[in-house]
């Protein structure tokens, strides 16, 4: 357990539907990241938040919008993906300035 | 930016043996160079790090050892056993200007496998 909490854990869904991924740290940082991991790739940074205000957008297309009312949850919507967004999906939260994140279980995105 | 290149992809070794995995990276402001160990079905977990002011540190049977200057770091698991098996990723990072934190640049990652 490193104190952050990813909800669900599994999600499948259709290329039309609207779904979204929940992040919640414990651990009193004010950082919070979203990475993708596909097999066989590095782990891709997507987004970065820095209390509460989005300080990075690693050229993620619009399909994906991040959300973070407070330092403490991160959400990631999901809309009209495509079967290539298939991914584990991770959050990660850390202090600003500080170096060491910590991962949550990640949530296993099957788009059909 | 920064890229980093992990090798080896797979390593096997029998129980009790040693295991080095090995990072290069290219952008020499780098200077946090941590290492995350990855289980089935699990998130990455922080195991060991090292920054550029030092050249090695060992935390029981895992060590890391880095040489700024050749722009390479590695990971050295000692009398391995069962459970280590997993996914370990290297990663780089430099601090952000003004404060603002740092970027994780990951190497695609090793699979170790330890055989009873």
């Known amino acids: 357990e490193t104190g952050v909490t990813q909800t669900p854990r599994h999600l499948v869904m259709g290329m039309t539907n609207k779904k979204s991924l929940k992040c919640e740290q414990h651990?009193?940082?004010?950082?919070m990241y979203w990475y993708k991991q596909s097999a066989k790739k590095p782990l891709e940074l997507m987004f970065v938040?820095?209390?509460?205000?989005?300080?990075e957008n690693n050229s993620v297309p619009s399909r994906f919008s991040p959300e973070c009312p407070n330092s403490s949850h991160l959400f990631l919507h999901l809309h009209t993906l495509q079967p290539e967004d298939s991914a584990l999906y991770l959050c990660?939260?850390?202090?600003?300035?500080?170096?060491?994140?910590?991962f949550g279980q990640g949530t296993r995105l099957t788009v059909v | 930016g920064e890229n980093v290149e992990q090798h080896p992809s797979t390593l096997s070794v029998q129980e009790g043996d040693s295991a080095v995995i090995k990072c290069t990276y290219s952008?020499?402001?780098?200077?946090?160079f941590p290492w995350y160990k990855q289980e089935l079905g699990k998130g990455p977990q922080l195991i060991i790090d090292?920054?550029?002011?030092?050249g090695e540190k060992k935390d029981q049977r895992i060590a890391v050892t880095l040489n700024k200057t050749a722009k390479h770091f590695s990971l050295h698991i000692t009398e391995t056993q069962p459970e280590d098996s997993a996914v370990y990723f290297c990663a780089a990072s430099g601090a952000g200007s003004g404060g603002s934190n740092y970027k994780l640049t990951f190497g695609k990652g090793t699979l170790l496998t330890v055989n009873p």
């Open positions: 938040y820095n209390f509460k205000e989005q300080t």
């Open positions: 990660a939260s850390s202090q600003v300035s500080h170096t060491e994140a910590f």
């Open positions: 651990l009193g940082h004010n950082a």
């Open positions: 090292i920054r550029s002011n030092v």
């Open positions: 952008d020499s402001a780098s200077n946090y």
